[in-house]
T-cell receptor
Framework: GAVVSQHPSRVICKSGTSVKIECRSL??????MFWYRQFPKKSLMLMAT?????????EQGVEKDKFLINHASLTLSTLTVTSAHPEDSSFYIC???????????FGPGTRLLVL | SQQGEEDPQALSIQEGENATMNCSYK?????LQWYRQNSGRGLVHLIL?????REKHSGRLRVTLDTSKKSSSLLITASRAADTASYFC????????????FGTGTQLKVEL
């Protein structure tokens, strides 16, 4: 149990385009989902916390208009990287947690390359 | 600054040996968790230890927590080549809800 999927697993796009990444909890209801960014050989940096049905809470330094997060249901959150630039190239990982629980379950990640 | 610092940054051992990784943090925590990440993949939750616990075991894993020193260690006994991965500690700060703050990670390589 406790499986989280991400789609796509990797994406290459041109500079200026927008990219949407989906995060789904497959076998549990995720009241909260988190979005992280990871640079090569570095740790994970939390970008935002997303609660179902409400606006996401962004970490300091993360542009809300650049990284749009929607958590429309208890099993799906999406991250849209708008007007992507090469510096947005990174590994994006989501995690999900069920209400009242402590353990976050992570998706397999999405590798974004912006040309 | 980042909450958790881990050492060593990289560790290379022979199969069958034990691997110890350390994590230090700076502020009061609710719990501390250890995760494993294979190259280019997502994270796998290994173990959670609460602030009122001192030691926890799970299979070949042993985690200790010293809140007075604000440090934790992860011991992997009888390591296997398949244990090769990056290991991260992550803390849930007191009053921080469920937000995880990750450490810098230790890259473990277990050689045959």
């Amino acid at each position: 149990g406790a499986v989280v999927s991400q789609h796509p697993s990797r994406v290459i796009c041109k500079s200026g385009t927008s990219v949407k990444i989906e995060c789904r909890s497959l076998d549990f209801q995720a009241t909260t989902m988190f979005w992280y960014r990871q640079f090569p050989k570095k740790s994970l940096m939390l970008m935002a916390t997303s609660n179902e049905g409400s606006k996401a809470t962004y970490e300091q330094g993360v542009e809300k208009d650049k990284f749009l997060i929607n958590h429309a249901s208890l099993t799906l959150s999406t991250l849209t990287v708008t007007s992507a630039h090469p510096e947005d190239s990174s590994f994006y990982i989501c995690s999900a947690i069920a209400g009242g629980r402590e353990t976050q379950y992570f998706g397999p990640g999405t590798r974004l390359l912006v040309l | 600054s980042q909450q958790g610092e881990e050492d060593p940054q990289a560790l290379s051992i022979q199969e069958g040996e034990n691997a110890t990784m350390n994590c230090s943090y700076k502020t009061s925590i609710n719990n501390l968790q250890w995760y494993r990440q294979n190259s280019g993949r997502g994270l796998v939750h290994l173990i959670l230890i609460r602030s009122n616990e001192r030691e926890k075991h799970s299979g070949r894993l042993r985690v200790t927590l010293d809140t007075s020193k604000k440090s934790s260690s992860l011991l992997i006994t009888a390591s296997r080549a398949a244990d090769t991965a990056s290991y991260f500690c992550a803390t849930v700060l007191t009053g921080g809800g469920n937000k995880l703050t990750f450490g810098t990670g230790t890259q473990l390589k277990v050689e045959l």
